[in-house]
């Protein structure tokens, strides 16, 4: 065991495992606690991406474009281009190409929070959090937090909903919903067995893709702020053991070396749970 007072490699990385909250969480579904580090994080980055969209659109001329404008106009035509290869509907892809580009460039800047060193925030925050009376604990990454990852699937959900319905009409999904995949029967007995279990899997599918949606980020952005922590604690032993200065360079490797393979991997979270949606909500504009 440790000594009393002293600060285990487990105990430091509980700290940085624990939300700041509104209260403490007495059952482990209970939806009344809200994470106040995600929601805070994720809607300034939310709003720092709007703007600079915003900015990018009026900032935009027929001319030769700045690197600014060239690296917007990339990303619009990027997500264009796939908007246009999974929903044929025109009209729709006037709401969904945005909405799509926008989530793209959120989501980047939600897991680009993990590229920040681990303690640099958490440290401010421990210097004047409590002194302002509030809780010591923070944590930056929105997308390593399951309900903001779920929120954001569940939303991808209701969307899903929304078309099925505007484009099919209520009477045509309810139809789809009883009669695929497995289709339907001239005999009532069977028809309503085979209603009853097309609707049983189309509700599993549904489920299954949200589910699936949001812990494939969660997961990707939970594991390689492990990963940070980790590296962090190499530079921890560097500075208190007398011979750490292997485990300083140590440090400065693997957390290079994650750094740089991280960029790679929080695009392509990104990029991922952006084409996801867009398939899902082009399944929605099809009939089975």
């Given at each position: 065991m440790a000594a009393e007072g002293t600060l285990t490699a487990g105990d430091y990385i509980r700290h940085h495992l624990v939300h700041l909250t509104n209260k403490k969480q007495e059952s482990i579904v209970d939806f009344?606690?809200?994470?106040?580090?995600?929601?805070?994080?994720?809607?300034?980055?939310?709003?720092?991406?709007?703007?600079?969209?915003?900015?990018?659109?009026?900032?935009?001329?027929?001319?030769?474009?700045?690197?600014?404008q060239a690296a917007v106009e990339i990303l619009v035509e990027m997500v264009e281009n796939q908007a246009k290869s999974v929903i044929h509907n025109a009209q729709s892809r006037k709401l969904?190409?945005?909405?799509?580009?926008?989530?793209?460039?959120?989501?980047?800047?939600?897991n680009f929070m993990d590229m920040i060193p681990v303690d640099l925030l958490p440290q401010i925050w421990h210097s004047a959090g409590p002194a302002m009376g509030f809780k010591d604990y923070l944590r930056v990454v929105p997308t390593a937090d399951l309900s903001t990852t779920l929120g954001l699937s569940v939303s991808v959900l209701l969307l899903c909903v929304f078309y099925n319905i505007k484009i099919k009409g209520l009477g045509g999904w309810t139809h789809e919903l009883v009669t695929a995949p497995f289709?339907?029967?001239?005999?009532?007995?069977?028809?309503?067995?085979?209603?009853?279990?097309?609707?049983?899997?189309?509700?599993?599918?549904?489920?299954?893709?949200?589910v699936s949606h949001g812990m494939r980020l969660f997961g990707n952005m939970f594991a390689g702020e492990l990963v940070f922590m980790l590296i962090a604690l190499l530079g921890g032993y560097a500075?208190?053991?007398?011979?750490?200065?292997?485990?300083?360079?140590?440090?400065?490797?693997?957390?290079?070396?994650?750094?740089?393979?991280?960029?790679?991997?929080?695009?392509?979270?990104?990029?991922?749970?952006?084409?996801?949606?867009?398939?899902?909500?082009?399944?929605?504009?099809?009939?089975?």
């Open positions: 009344s606690v809200i994470n106040i580090d995600s929601v805070v994080v994720s809607l300034t980055l939310g709003i720092l991406v709007c703007f600079f969209l915003w900015r990018a659109a009026r900032q935009a001329t027929a001319g030769v474009p700045g690197r600014f969904i190409a945005p909405m799509a580009l926008t989530v793209f460039c959120w989501i980047f800047m939600m289709g339907t029967s001239k005999n009532p007995v069977w028809a309503l067995l085979l209603g009853v279990v097309n609707f049983l899997m189309q509700m599993i599918e549904f489920v299954a893709k949200t500075a208190l053991s007398l011979g750490g200065g292997l485990f300083f360079v140590g440090h400065l490797i693997a957390g290079t070396v994650w750094t740089l393979f991280h960029i790679l991997v929080i695009t392509l979270q990104a990029f991922i749970f952006m084409m996801l949606a867009l398939i899902y909500l082009g399944q929605a504009h099809d009939a089975h």
